[in-house]
């Protein structure tokens, strides 16, 4: 039976009440904040720094270096005093207090997975430029997600962190005037959370619901009972009760949900009903703890409980989610909800690109010196070196920079992804379906457009591959070559894989990003040689393929024909491609065929 949630229980809570719980217990909550910049945000986080009387805020700008985010050499004065000086970096400045991240949806994964371990051990430990820091850092964070589309998220390792969720997108700078400061009463919160009781059925209660939600991380779980702790506290009670798990449920386990419940409940059995009636009704009935001992019953559970805490849990957390948050994250899951924009996979750069930290190396043809860390490399060592140079007539330099202290500037960026098209453009193609391979052509050039992709166009017949249309970003001209390309003559399948490998290679030599996309009967009749031998043709095609597979290149193969084909099924295979048919791929199916090729190829070629 479905619970409902208590008539009691609290309204779905606003983002100032967000607010007042991470401030009660900031250090073990955090709260990701998606918004774009602007009043209302500016509102909210002026609203937490209301409830934090003398304590600042410190904003972390994207891109922080590790040197001023975890601490690490002070350059000026290394070089001042000769000898290595440590500098505190902004967790270990923070400790007790918050850091506000900046465009934390864009956050390298490297630098999220070092937030990340300071905020589980709440120490931050550097090793480096010769020194051994550890300083206590146990801080609150605020995550400003300013992303768009809903793929921009926090990475997962800092996301799972962070219990609150707080989304000001539909907020009005009205509706953000209303928001109540009561610092008194956070504080009073704060004083009184280390002595808040929750009970084995509340944690048994919300780890059921998460469970029952599809919560994979157990971490979850463990932020629901702080969660409802602070609810607790707040409320200046010293046990949690059930309005406490309910406002836990929503602010933590509803926007983490990744099924109904009802996919999780096993349908009972009638006759194993009728069995546990049976036994119930020969049971001795349990005796009841009298109303009257609240120790007995266990305080934490509240007197007017119709339902177990996980039900009400689930009910709570069901009663907030966003419309279509399920069926979303069942779309992501079928691999249809891609990013779109971002097929390309990443390349080291000497000049062009996001920064990507240094390397040793000297500075020409094209690498940039790095000067700071070039320095804060050398500095280290200028107690050494003038050692060195004691007794020795020369005029001394004030820093001593030798060769290997030099250190170059890295960029990476993320390169083009070109999808090239091979369509079969013979008398059996021309026969079946080619308007439908055309259309099917044209909707999938519109995606590359979207994508800002390029495209590339090759057809074969005949005797010869022809490149019809060399990469290019103009869905025009695309369309206009497609439109004249025609049909008929024998099928020189084989030459078309050599030619789609090699173009795909030289791209490749750029830096590209390639996905080869087939568009056959795979019935071949023509050589390699140019002679009109089915069986020869044949085994050039499976040859070229299987260099294809050798070459590492992602494809796909559409099967063009009325009916599946055995050997354009086989040919796929050889070339380690998806094979699809074309009556069992429509546009849709096509469209995310491509897409998910484009980012295995970017990604196996990124790892």
Request: charge should be neutral; hydrophobic fraction near 45%.
């Amino acid at each position: 039976m479905k619970a409902e949630v208590a008539p009691n229980s609290p309204r779905v809570p606003d983002a100032g009440t967000i607010a007042r719980i991470f401030c009660v217990d900031p250090v073990g909550i955090g709260v990701n904040v998606r918004s774009l910049a602007g009043p209302v945000r500016e509102r909210w986080i002026a609203h937490v720094q209301a409830h934090f009387p003398g304590t600042v805020l410190r904003r972390v700008p994207l891109g922080i270096p590790d040197g001023r985010l975890l601490g690490g050499l002070d350059l000026a004065a290394t070089l001042a005093a000769g000898r290595p000086v440590a500098e505190q970096g902004i967790l270990a400045q923070s400790d007790g207090g918050v850091v506000v991240l900046a465009m934390a949806e864009r956050i390298a994964a490297g630098t999220a997975a070092r937030i990340a371990a300071v905020l589980d051990t709440g120490v931050v430990r550097v090793e480096r430029d010769g020194l051994a820091l550890m300083a206590p850092a146990r801080v609150g964070v605020i995550a400003l997600d300013e992303g768009i589309d809903a793929d921009e998220a926090l990475p997962a390792t800092l996301g799972d962190r962070l219990a609150l969720h707080c989304d000001l997108g539909s907020v009005s700078i009205g509706d953000s005037g209303q928001w109540e400061v009561d610092a008194v009463s956070v504080s009073a919160a704060r004083q009184r959370l280390p002595a808040v009781v929750a009970g084995d059925d509340v944690i048994e209660g919300l780890c059921g619901a998460a469970v029952a939600l599809g919560v994979e991380s157990v971490r979850a779980s463990v932020l629901a009972v702080r969660v409802a702790r602070a609810s607790a506290a707040l409320a200046g009670r010293e046990h949690v009760q059930e309005e406490d798990v309910v406002l836990a449920a929503q602010l933590v386990l509803a926007h983490r949900a990744t099924r109904s419940p009802a996919e999780a409940t096993p349908e009972t059995d009638p006759a194993d009903e009728a069995e546990q009636e049976g036994e119930s009704a020969s049971s001795e009935p349990r005796q009841q703890p009298p109303r009257d001992n609240p120790d007995a019953a266990g305080e934490s559970r509240t007197p007017s409980a119709q339902a177990p805490l996980q039900d009400i849990a689930v009910a709570a957390a069901q009663a907030v989610m966003p419309a279509g948050l399920l069926a979303q994250f069942a779309l992501q899951a079928s691999g249809r909800a891609r990013s779109e924009g971002r097929a390309g996979a990443f390349r080291q750069t000497v000049s062009r690109g996001r920064r990507a930290g240094t390397r040793r190396g000297e500075p020409g043809r094209g690498a940039r010196l790095d000067v700071v860390e070039t320095l804060r490399v050398a500095a280290p060592w200028q107690a050494v070196r003038r050692q060195e140079r004691a007794g020795v007539p020369s005029r001394s330099p004030r820093v001593e920079v030798r060769r290997d202290d030099f250190r170059v500037a890295r960029f990476r960026q993320r390169s083009a992804t070109t999808t090239i098209f091979a369509v079969d453009a013979s008398g059996s193609s021309a026969l079946h379906r080619m308007a439908e391979a055309k259309g099917a052509v044209e909707l999938l050039l519109a995606e590359c457009y979207v994508r800002r992709d390029r495209v590339a166009l090759i057809a074969f017949r005949d005797r010869s591959a022809e490149l019809v249309l060399p990469p290019t970003r103009s869905l025009v001209r695309a369309k206009r070559s497609l439109a004249g390309l025609g049909g008929g003559g024998p099928t020189p399948l084989g030459t078309a894989i050599e030619a789609a490998r090699e173009l795909a290679g030289a791209l490749r030599r750029r830096g590209d990003s390639t996905v080869i996309v087939f568009l056959t009967d795979g019935r071949a009749n023509i050589a390699l040689d140019g002679q009109a031998d089915r069986d020869a043709a044949v085994r050039d095609a499976l040859a070229a393929a299987r260099r294809l597979r050798e070459g590492g290149f992602t494809a796909l193969l559409v099967d063009t024909a009325p009916r599946p084909q055995a050997g354009a099924r086989t040919l796929a295979g050889e070339m380690a491609a998806r094979y699809l048919p074309l009556p069992n791929a429509d546009a849709t199916g096509l469209n995310s065929a491509v897409r998910a090729a484009s980012l295995s190829d970017a990604h196996g070629r990124a790892a």
